[in-house]
């Protein structure tokens, strides 16, 4: 009898210890796809910025920022690495102003970082 229920005991927390894995696992694959986008606060910020201070949507397409202005090229179509990005806002190009005094090199960066990541999704 007592080996039956050390058995029985035995198995279970085999079990749980089986279930206690699954379950990690699948938090882990779980926050691999969902938390990228939702718990990075530098591409929120980016976005607010360009929504807001940079005004970015105001000459430009960007369907995760959910515009759609056809003054400057549409981000969507041409993905820029952040790199790119940054030249741009920095300097400015064509018609669009410079930014270097408008917004701080940290804002400049998260805009970039926020347009080079939505923009090639
Ligand atoms: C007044 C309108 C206007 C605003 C505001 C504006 N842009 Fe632009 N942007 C343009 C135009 C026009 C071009 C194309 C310039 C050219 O190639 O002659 C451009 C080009 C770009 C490019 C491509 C640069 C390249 O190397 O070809 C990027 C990236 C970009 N803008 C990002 C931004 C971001 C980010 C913001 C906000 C901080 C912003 N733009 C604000 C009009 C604007």
């Given amino acids: ?3 039956l229920k050390s058995l029985v005991q035995q198995s279970f927390s085999n079990k749980m210890g089986k279930i206690k894995y699954f379950c990690l696992i699948f938090f882990l694959f779980l926050n691999l796809i969902t938390l990228p986008a939702k ?9 607010t910025i360009f929504l807001g201070e940079g005004n970015c ?3 430009h397409a960007l369907a995760d920022a959910k ?3 056809q003054i400057g090229p549409n981000l969507n ?3 820029p690495d952040i790199m790119r990005v940054i ?3 920095t300097n400015g190009i064509g018609v669009m102003p410079p930014y270097e005094g408008l917004l701080t090199l940290e ?3 998260a805009v970039a ?9």
């Fill in 1 to 3: 009898m007592m080996k």
């Fill in 39 to 47: 718990s990075d606060p530098i591409f929120e910020k980016g976005k």
């Fill in 57 to 59: 949507a105001a000459c």
């Fill in 67 to 69: 515009s759609s202005s």
């Fill in 77 to 79: 179509q041409i993905k």
């Fill in 87 to 89: 030249n741009a806002v």
């Fill in 107 to 109: 804002e400049i960066k």
């Fill in 113 to 121: 970082h926020y347009v080079s990541i939505s923009s090639n999704q």
